[in-house]
């Protein structure tokens, strides 16, 4: 029988892009964007563990995803990412259930949203407290420091793994700031993006390279994906200032980032490591 010269590229069990078998573990897995990434992940056959300081948005977020999970594997379990010893006893946990996580998103962040009034003020560089500089540090980037080393070690140690940090669009190009501004506040009460953002987003993808190379010989390969910005309840007005900044001229769906997830969860990306994926309609490219 002659060779198929493509082989198998459908999206069935074969497929690169199936996870069955495997467990990923989502951080900040009770916000915005830690369901989407769930959902990709039980769409391609994964179980997944989500994990958050916020229980009861985590219950409400199980709930939901259990009526597309097929009957894969939904976890929640209370992890605080700033505290190694909950990091730790996660772990534990899944090591004593022989749960082997595969798959690790450094999702959780702390950020300040634009919603129906806009960014939330005080976030001014030259006022900016160092207390704050030093929390959302420590969730967005010490966070998947030791997400990283505890979970990332396992892989090391047991075959593999995919670590997947997300960052944003910011962390390769500046906030710019005018999409922010209000007719109706003084210059020194004007809304900004925060130091931090750029700070936690740009370490990130240091943090990516660092990882992808640490364990070379391990088959643990680590990306960071850099989204742009969601559209959900920001004013209209800002909508439409990002929206000329986007080369595709609109910001992204809540469901949009789910086939890159996907893509750099599974077999379907193996010859990807150290990269910082930018799906961002092309704005950091104008
Ligand atoms: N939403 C966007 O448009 C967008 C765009 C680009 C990048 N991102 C990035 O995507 C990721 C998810 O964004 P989102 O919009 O879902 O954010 P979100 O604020 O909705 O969710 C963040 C989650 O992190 C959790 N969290 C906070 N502190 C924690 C801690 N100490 N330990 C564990 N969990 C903690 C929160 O409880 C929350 O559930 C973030 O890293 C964000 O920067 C988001």
New binding site residues.
């Given amino acids: 029988m002659a060779k198929d010269p493509v082989g198998d590229i459908g999206l069935g069990v074969n497929s690169r892009f199936n996870m069955t078998g495997r467990t990923a573990l989502v951080?900040?897995?009770?916000?915005?964007?830690?369901p989407q990434h769930a959902a990709a992940l039980l769409e391609v056959g994964a179980s997944v563990v989500l994990?958050?300081?916020?229980l009861e948005?985590l219950g409400a977020v199980c709930g939901d995803l259990a009526e597309l999970s097929n009957n894969l594997e939904i976890r929640s379990m209370s992890?605080?990412?700033?505290?190694v010893d909950s990091i730790w006893e996660v772990a534990e946990e899944l090591d004593s259930d022989g749960v082997k996580v595969d798959v690790l998103i450094n999702?959780?962040?702390?950020?300040p949203?634009v919603g129906q009034d806009g960014l939330i003020g005080g976030s001014r560089l030259e006022s900016f407290p160092v207390h704050r500089w030093d929390a959302e540090l420590?969730?967005?980037l010490t966070?998947a420091f030791l997400c990283g080393q505890v979970f990332g070690t396992r892989m090391a140690a047991g075959g593999g793994g995919v670590i997947l940090n997300?960052?944003?669009?910011?962390s390769v190009i500046a906030p710019d700031q005018r999409i922010y501004r209000r007719m109706d506040l003084d210059e020194s009460d004007q809304p900004v993006k925060p130091v931090t953002?750029s700070v936690i987003?740009a370490g990130l993808v240091g943090l990516t390279r660092y990882l992808a190379t640490y364990w070379p010989d391990s088959g643990v390969r680590v990306n960071a994906l850099?989204?742009?910005?969601?559209q959900?309840d920001q004013p209209g007005e800002f909508v439409e200032k990002i929206s000329t900044l986007i080369p595709l001229g609109r910001?992204?769906a809540l469901d949009e980032y789910r086939s890159v997830i996907q893509f750099l969860c599974s077999d379907a990306s193996s010859y990807l490591t150290g990269q910082n994926i930018i799906m961002d309609g092309g704005r950091s490219v104008w």
Avoid: E, F, H, R
Avoid at 166 to 170: E, F, K, T, V, Y
Avoid at 226 to 230: E, M, Q
């Fill in positions: 951080t900040g897995g009770a916000g915005m964007l830690g994990t958050d300081i916020d948005g992890m605080d990412v700033t505290d999702n959780a962040s702390l950020d949203k420590a969730v967005g966070g997300i960052a944003s669009d910011l953002y987003k850099s989204p742009g910005g969601v959900t910001m992204a």
